[in-house]
């Protein structure tokens, strides 16, 4: 795509927006496992007392206000601010000095790059703004598999959802190719978790998985769901091993596998199509 000089104008607005963005994902990655748990818990304690046992709070991802996660104490607005606030306080608490996780500045900057990077690469179109909201809930989903081990439904469902309505109208492949592919892409790895567990007799992939694959399916095509398996793989195997040797992993531990498959299925947007093309000699 051809990059016009109008949009270096917009470059600081949109990596600001960027910055702005990644701090409200900071807050979905911490909270919104625990709004599942919160809301798991109550459902149970309805099913088994037939009636509510506990006040409910309002908690989601606007109240209450932001907190540190270590002593619950209420930040002030100069204490939310991307990044800076994390220089700022040196990358500690302001209150009980407890060390802040690196997790919220990386948020940060990767959505700021990604964010600008979509809008340079497509412009200012449906491609683009679609391709930026699965990106902001493709790192929400990343991180929240890593540090919990969960793809939530809140956020592979509705990008399944909104896959299929956009190529409803061919934006990025026929709508044909997405049903197909909403559903190879599930199925595919069902099938693998399946056999996986009747050989292995343990559970080998969990459902998020699947569904985060279907996402890139109904996305992309059914004819991109080999190159994505094949590289999400091969980035797994890199990372996998990287944090063995680094002793940051334990061999015997299992490694989220959604992740590799959202960073792949990401890259194929921009690369896949050059690289199906070579590997058909195109």
Known sequence: MDITTNYYTFIPLIGIMGLAIGSFLNVVIYRLPLILKHEHEEECLDYLHGTPTTKRHTFNVAVPRSYCPKCKTKLLWWQNIPVISYIILKGKCNYCKKPISWRYPLVEILSCIITTYVTLYFGFNI?????????????????????????????????????????????????????????????????????????????????????????????????????????????????????????????????????????????????GQTVLNYALGI
Not at 229 to 251: D, N, Q
Request: aromatic letters at 16%; one cysteine or more.
């Open 127 to 271: 491609q683009a703004l679609s391709i930026l909201i699965l990106s902001w809930m493709l790192i929400a989903a990343i991180f929240i598999d890593f540090e919990q081990q969960l793809l939530p439904d809140d956020i592979t469902l509705p990008l399944i959802w909104l896959g299929l309505l956009l190529n409803a109208n061919y934006t990025f492949t026929p709508p044909q190719n997405a049903i197909i592919g909403a559903v190879g892409g599930y199925l595919f790895l069902w099938i693998i978790a399946k056999l996986f567990k009747l050989i292995r007799k343990v559970e080998g992939m969990g459902y998020g998985d699947f569904k985060l694959l279907a996402v890139f399916g109904a996305w992309l095509g059914w004819q991109f769901l080999p190159l994505i398996i094949l590289s999400a793989s091969l980035i797994g195997l890199l990372i996998g091993v990287s944090l063995i040797l680094c002793k940051k992993h334990k061999f015997d531990k299992p490694l989220p596998f959604g992740p590799y498959i959202a960073i792949a299925g990401w890259l194929a947007f921009f690369w």
